[in-house]
């Protein structure tokens, strides 16, 4: 039943590419519960971001199901509504906009399903300062360092009240004060906010702090182990 399942559930999926040459993910069968924090590692190659890029409904199965809150998502449709209402994610590369400000990166995220603006205004400017930036809201990304742009992308990501929050390498390209801040930041939010946390990454700090580990081996899940809890910072 919706509401008691797990808030995503993976059934025998398979990605494949190049008409089945190249194989992305590997009959893979996982749960992620609600307020779990999960990472997924493994060497290059292994499937990690098209496993997460099939969690967030921007990629398609090639065999297996995907279901939402225990109901199999049917449609692009149906995946593009689960991201702007219900899932946030947090993109490797930043994704940000090099012409808006930081403010008007996140309120993006919501244009078009939030009115007026002075409340998209007021929403970002509350995720701003929820990751630490307050200060930063009318500056554009190239004033702002590595570690502030991922936060802004962490703040982009939240801004819908997101039960589910994915997120790929988000320590990566980081010098370690700027990463350790922002795997604090992650990491108190299933705590904070009620979210499911996935991340996917090649950090062994962030990896030792998360209560489980899926690792991939050529887009097969080669071990899934859950430990106590999250180590704290």
């Given at each position: 039943m919706a509401g008691t399942a797990p808030i995503l559930a993976l059934d025998g999926v398979s990605r494949s590419f190049d008409d089945g040459r190249i194989v992305g993910v590997d009959n893979v069968t996982l749960d992620i519960g609600?307020?779990?924090?999960?990472?997924?590692?493994?060497?290059?190659?292994?499937?990690?971001?098209?496993?997460?890029?099939?969690?967030?409904?921007?990629?398609?199965?090639?065999?297996g199901t995907v279901a939402y809150d225990g109901r199999i998502v049917p449609s692009a449709a149906g995946w593009t509504r689960l991201r702007g209402e219900r899932i946030g994610i947090v993109f490797q590369d930043f994704n940000?906009?090099?012409?808006?400000?930081?403010?008007?990166?996140?309120?993006?995220?919501?244009?078009?399903?939030?009115?007026?603006?002075?409340?998209r205004r007021r929403r970002a400017a509350a995720r701003l300062a929820e990751v630490g930036l307050a200060h930063c809201a009318a500056r554009l990304p190239r004033e702002l360092s590595g570690g502030e742009r991922r936060r802004v992308g962490i703040a982009r990501a939240l801004v819908n009240d997101p039960e589910l929050l994915l997120a790929d390498e988000p320590t990566a390209n980081l010098d370690s004060a700027s990463g350790a801040a922002v795997a604090n930041l992650l990491l108190r939010l299933p705590e904070t906010r009620r979210v499911s946390l996935v991340v996917v990454t090649h950090d062994a700090s962030l990896l030792a702090r998360c209560a489980r580990r899926i690792r991939l081996i050529d887009g097969r899940v080669a071990e899934d182990m859950r430990t106590e809890g999250a180590i704290a910072a």
């Open positions: 609600r307020s779990e924090v999960a990472a997924v590692y493994g060497p290059s190659g292994s499937g990690k971001s098209t496993l997460l890029n099939l969690m967030a409904g921007l990629d398609v199965p090639t065999r940000l906009l090099p012409t808006l400000t930081a403010s008007e990166n996140i309120e993006v995220a919501i244009f078009g399903r939030v009115s007026p603006a002075a409340e």
